[in-house]
């Protein structure tokens, strides 16, 4: 049984990514680079940045609705600085003589931030 008390519904309002948005979340989400958001208030948040279990907070705290659109900006910015500086290296399969591209272990935690 509970106290009878809700939880106040928080309303953070809503983004639809575009598909540019969406490639650069899933890509840096694979990477090792998470954008999430933290209260600051009820109406308020502030970002989270990590980058290879390394944290960082942005200095400015987003609005409703803002907080999605900045979070996207992020992942698209870190996807575009880093994503062409990852070197792939092409990998044959002597057993079915197909080709698969791998990222070189040396240069995918070379990240920094900001």
Do not use: R
């Not at 090792?32 to 400015?60: C, M, Q, R």
């Not at 062409?84 to 920094?112: G, L, M, R, Y």
């Amino acid at each position: 049984m509970g106290s009878g008390f809700k939880k106040p519904v928080i309303d953070m309002g809503n983004h639809i990514p575009s598909t540019k948005e969406q490639e650069a979340y899933m890509w840096c989400i694979k990477n090792n680079i998470f954008v999430s958001p933290h209260a600051k208030s009820a109406t308020e948040w502030y970002l989270d940045i990590t980058i290879n279990g390394n944290i960082n907070t942005s200095p400015t705290a987003y609005k409703k609705n803002d907080i999605w659109k900045q979070l996207y900006k992020f992942y698209v910015y870190y996807y575009d600085k880093y994503a062409n500086k990852i070197e792939v290296a092409t990998v044959e399969d002597p057993k079915d003589k197909t080709k698969t591209k791998q990222k070189t272990e040396e240069n995918s935690n070379n990240f920094k931030l900001f």
